[in-house]
Nanobody, 123 residues
Framework: VQLQASGGGLVQAGGSLRLACVAS????????MGWFRQAPGKERAFVAG????????SYTDAVKGRFTISRDNAKNTVYLQMDSLKPEDTALYHC?????????????????WGPGTQVTVSS
């Protein structure tokens, strides 16, 4: 499967962005999807995940109440709505796909990765 993320950009603190990740190849509904981010000098870290049918989600504590992950299996797309953005949200955001069930938080649990989209939040 190939993943392509889009929607990143430069936004002021308190603003919003909506990321989208389109998957091509194998049946999209058979994947758990996740969003990860990597800031300069830091390791790639879990942000949010969603199970195959969209009914189970998980978030890292830093984004709970501000970010919302969703998916549209008919469009092969997973979204990340980011509200109340903070400068510390600045990072390269990657989407990832996992073939097995379970919304897990470790990078090694995911099988496919997209190239990422840059999000920059100014103060």
């Amino acid at each position: 499967v190939q993943l392509q993320a889009s929607g990143g950009g430069l936004v002021q603190a308190g603003g919003s962005l909506r990321l989208a990740c389109v998957a091509s190849g194998r049946l999209f509904s058979g994947y758990v999807m996740g969003w990860f981010r990597q800031a300069p000098g830091k390791e790639r870290a879990f942000v949010a995940g969603i199970n195959m049918n969209g009914k189970t989600t998980s978030y890292t504590d830093a984004v709970k109440g501000r970010f919302t992950i969703s998916r549209d299996n008919a469009k092969n797309t997973v979204y990340l709505q980011m509200d109340s953005l903070k400068p510390e949200d600045t990072a390269l955001y990657h989407c990832a796909a996992r073939l097995r069930n379970g919304v897990l938080h470790q990078t090694y649990e995911y099988d496919y990765w997209g190239p990422g989209t840059q999000v920059t939040v100014s103060s």
